[in-house]
C-alpha cells in the first residue's frame, strides 16, 4: 500500500526512553526519514538513512527499520523533545513522497 | 546556509487560484541536484505533499491534487511557485516550501521556509 501509519500519540517520563513507529510497505525498500515539528514551528529534519542525524541534532535521536516497521527512539527524553514526530519515505513511483500521520510526544 | 521564504496571499477568494512563491537565498536553486518541494498542512493536521520541481523544469505532483496544481521556478530569481486552481476551504492550511536533497541514495527534506498561512474564504 502507498501508506504509512503511526500511532497518534505517546507519551514518555523525563529521562525514560520512548520508540514512535511508522509502518508502511513502501519501508522494505525505502528508509524512513524523521521530522520533528513544535507547535508553530516548521518542521525540522532529525533522523534520514539507516540512522543519521544531521549536524546540531541530539544523539538521543536515533532511527532502527525491520521489515515495514520503521522507529524512531528518543533515549533519555527531554521536556523539549515534546513535539509532533513525522515519518516520510518516497512512494513506489521514487518520486513523489508520503507522509505518515504523525505522532504526538508528551514527556511527563 | 540556505534559507527558504514563502509569499502571498493569506487570503483567497473559493474558485479561485492559490499562488504562492518560495525565494531561495543562501544558495542558487539551480546548484546541485535538489528537487524543490511544496507540503501543506491544514490546522491541527499532519503534513500533506503537494508536488516539487527541479531546476530543469522536471515536476511531480500529488496524484490527489495533480489537476489542479502547478509549480513553476524562476532560476534568475532563485524562486519557484506553486498555483493551486480552483481553491476551496479544503485546501486553507499552511504552506512550507522545502528543499529536497540527495546525499549518497538518500533523500530528505533538509532545510524548510517557516510557513504561510493560507485561509479561503469569500
Known amino acids: 500500500s502507498s501508506e504509512l501509519t503511526q500511532d497518534p500519540a505517546v507519551s514518555v517520563a523525563l529521562g525514560q526512553t520512548v520508540r514512535i513507529t511508522c509502518r508502511g510497505d513502501?519501508?522494505?525498500?525505502?528508509?524512513a526519514t524523521w521530522y520533528q515539528q513544535m507547535p508553530g514551528q516548521a518542521p525540522i529534519l532529525v533522523v534520514y538513512?539507516?540512522?543519521t542525524r544531521p549536524p546540531g541534532i541530539p544523539d538521543r535521536f536515533s532511527g532502527s527499520s525491520s521489515g515495514d516497521t520503521a522507529s524512531l527512539t528518543i533515549t533519555g527524553a527531554q521536556a523539549e523533545d515534546e513535539a509532533d514526530y513525522y515519518c516520510?519515505?518516497?512512494?513506489?513511483?521514487?518520486?513523489?513522497?508520503?507522509f505518515g500521520g504523525g505522532t504526538k510526544v508528551t514527556v511527563l | 546556509q540556505v534559507q527558504l521564504q514563502e509569499s502571498g496571499p493569506g487570503l483567497v477568494k473559493p474558485s479561485q487560484t492559490l499562488s504562492l512563491t518560495c525565494t531561495v537565498s543562501?544558495?542558487?536553486?539551480?546548484?546541485?541536484?535538489?528537487?524543490w518541494n511544496w507540503v501543506r498542512q491544514p490546522a491541527g493536521k499532519g503534513l500533506q505533499w503537494i508536488g516539487r520541481?527541479?531546476?530543469?523544469?522536471?515536476?511531480n505532483y500529488n496524484s490527489s491534487l495533480e489537476s489542479r496544481v502547478s509549480i513553476s521556478v524562476d532560476t534568475s530569481n532563485n524562486q519557484f511557485s506553486l498555483d493551486l486552481t480552483s481553491a476551496t476551504a479544503a485546501d486553507t492550511a499552511v504552506y512550507y516550501c522545502?528543499?529536497?536533497?540527495?546525499?549518497?541514495?538518500?533523500?530528505?527534506?533538509?532545510?524548510w521556509g517557516q510557513g504561510s498561512l493560507v485561509i479561503v474564504s469569500s
Open positions: 522545502a528543499r529536497e536533497e540527495a546525499n549518497w541514495g538518500l533523500y530528505y527534506f533538509d532545510s
Open positions: 543562501g544558495d542558487s536553486i539551480s546548484r546541485g541536484n535538489f528537487y
Open positions: 520541481i527541479h531546476h530543469t523544469g522536471s515536476t
Open positions: 513502501i519501508l522494505r525498500s525505502y528508509y
Open positions: 538513512g539507516k540512522d
Open positions: 516520510s519515505s518516497r512512494d513506489n513511483s521514487g518520486s513523489h513522497w508520503l
